[in-house]
């Protein structure tokens, strides 16, 4: 039988029984509504912002990709080319739109799910919408909410006593606020290197860090890490080990203004404080600095409080997958969290190859 599942504008059918119910919005739940679409599939997806966009509608106003536009999109439709350096994000937000309208994806928002259980057979998802509640069925559920919205910050002792001000790069929303402070940028990674060296321009910048990190050359860019991930999953898939190369998945890539800024002398890492104190931190030597605030560049969880009723973890907190398939229940996917549901599938460019097996598995299990 051929399902066909047509754009709609209003909220999703409570009536109805659907194939398969994508939570989330993004990059990652609109590759999986392609896909969905492709296979003749009833499926909604489920928004909670106001706009398209997804996470990218969040991020600091400086952001870029990290790779051309063409090497940067979702299966089936190539993003639009940029030709004043990397993408930003207004550039891929706009790419986000068009690709929804393009391909007439039903995407409905703001729907939040609140709950998400399994009788064994169907899911029901339970979700508010403008001041109203409802229960959706479906066979399947992709779980697509990506990171964003858990930011993770460390805890340290004395950061009770802090007296300064922190915040996570998640809420990072510029310099403004932040000239001529003294100021600690918390993480090795492309975040904490971007952020720096923007801050670098306008305040006392020390960049801290765990580990020394590892610039990539500078005649590359992000196409690297996704094709080192790539590589790195096939070597998983075919049991071997990797024989390396000239990045890993922690390599931050030198974007102009890193790169300015580096070179310049004013970005260079130091190792991490050991301790906060109420004016600073200090470190394992026992010396000490003091800021003003702290930029945290710590990364993120996995936003997944919707599936708690399902009780997915096992007892050392962990969700075992098969793939994107959740080991405890089957229907159940995880699509666009990173490594662990799919090699660079928190990327656009990479999130398409986890998204299409996901389907091929629905389409499976519906057969």
């Not at 670098?200 to 765990?210: D, E, Q």
Request: hydrophobic share 35%; proline share 6%; charged share 15%.
């Amino acid at each position: 039988m051929v399902r066909t599942s047509p754009l709609s504008t209003g909220f999703p059918s409570p009536e109805k029984l659907y194939d398969c119910l994508v939570i989330g919005g993004g990059q990652a739940g609109l590759a999986c509504g392609y896909y969905l679409r492709k296979a003749h599939l009833t499926f909604a997806i489920l928004d909670d912002q106001n706009e398209p966009g997804g996470a990218w509608q969040h991020t600091w106003p400086s952001l870029t990709l990290f790779s051309p536009a063409g090497y940067s999109s979702l299966p089936g439709w190539m993003m639009p080319e940029y030709t004043q350096g990397f993408p930003p994000s207004e550039h891929v937000i706009a790419y986000l739109r068009a690709y929804e309208n393009r391909y007439q994806l039903p995407v409905h928002r703001p729907v939040a799910v609140t709950e998400v259980h399994h009788d064994g057979s169907v899911f029901t998802v339970k979700v508010t919408h403008g001041g109203n509640s409802e229960v959706l069925r479906a066979h399947n559920v992709i779980s697509a909410t990506g990171t964003w919205s858990q930011p993770h910050c460390p805890s340290y002792p004395g950061l009770a006593d802090f007296t300064g001000t922190h915040v996570h790069s998640a809420h990072y929303q510029g310099v403004d606020g932040f000239r001529d402070q003294r100021v600690a940028v918390v993480g090795g990674g492309n975040s904490g290197a971007q952020i720096a060296a923007e801050l670098s321009a306008v305040a006392s910048v020390r960049w801290l860090t765990m580990r020394t990190p590892k610039f990539l050359p500078d005649d590359v860019d992000g196409r690297v890490l996704f094709q080192v991930a790539t590589q790195h999953a096939r070597h998983l898939a075919a049991g071997t080990t990797s024989s390396g190369g000239i990045a890993s998945l922690g390599d931050i890539v030198a974007v102009p203004e890193v790169r300015e800024a580096r070179d310049s002398g004013r970005l260079f890492a130091e190792p991490m404080f050991t301790s906060l104190t109420p004016s600073g931190a200090q470190w394992a030597d026992g010396t000490t600095d003091t800021f003003d605030q702290i930029v945290w560049c710590t990364g993120f969880r996995p936003a997944l409080r919707h599936l708690q009723q399902l009780r997915i973890r096992d007892a050392a907190g962990r969700i075992g997958t098969n793939g994107t398939a959740c080991e405890a229940i089957d229907g159940l996917f995880l699509v666009g969290y990173g490594d662990w549901t799919g090699p660079a599938s928190a990327t656009l460019i990479g999130v398409g190859k986890t998204a299409r097996d996901t389907v091929y598995a629905i389409q499976s299990r519906m057969n």
